[in-house]
């Protein structure tokens, strides 16, 4: 395992720590980051996050600050494993300021060389789903979400890059998003 410490301090202010640690342990490829604070009121993690993954058997574990395309940065745990042409993950997402705690199932399927489609559901009725074609020069990647709770909204988009020449890319992206309407049962 490499680790990497960096310390920093602001006067009158807190203590700070980055913990970058990554390597593997007993055949595990093990990655471990952590963003910690010391002050006054003591000790506070503000960001972490620990993963394990066997890439011969196709697993893996993650818990702490995870991301996902259905809730951007969310606290929780994460199980994947792989088949021969799907990625699949089962996550459990804790409760935020925007999002209640959330079982959630995401898979990914490569249809072709040229084609992966993909999605998340959850089970407060969030969902996100995915479809990437790309080939030689063009890429195009579209998706759609909607995200149930307090604020509800719906994106899609889609964006679409060519590769011009030697490392050249042209990119261009369109998303639209619209807040739902929230109903309320007055029984």
């Known amino acids: 395992m490499r680790t990497a410490i960096g310390l920093g301090y602001v006067q009158g202010a807190d203590w700070a720590a980055d913990i970058n640690s990554a390597g593997k342990v ?12 010391m002050g006054r009121q003591g000790a506070h993690i503000r960001s972490g996050r620990l993963s394990l993954v066997d890439p011969e058997l196709g697993w893996g574990v993650e818990a702490g600050q995870l991301f996902t395309d259905l809730r951007g940065l969310a606290k929780g745990v994460r199980g994947s494993w792989r088949f021969s042409n799907h990625q699949s ?30 999605g998340e559901v959850a089970s ?12 030689r020069k063009i890429g195009v990647d579209t ?26 890319t042209l990119r261009g992206s369109l998303r639209l998003s619209a807040a739902q309407a929230a109903t309320v049962d007055s029984t």
């Open 89 to 118: 993950t089962l996550s459990f997402y804790t409760r935020d300021n925007r999002h209640g705690s959330t079982v959630s199932y995401r898979d990914e399927v490569r249809l072709s060389h040229h084609a992966l489609v993909g």
């Open 143 to 168: 998706y759609f979400r909607k995200q149930s709770g307090k604020d509800a909204t719906q994106d899609r988009g889609v964006s679409a890059a060519y590769d011009v020449w030697r490392g050249i």
């Open 26 to 37: 007993l055949g595990v490829n093990a990655d471990l980051t952590s963003f910690v604070t």
């Open 124 to 135: 407060d009725g969030s969902l996100f789903a995915r479809g990437q074609t790309f080939f």
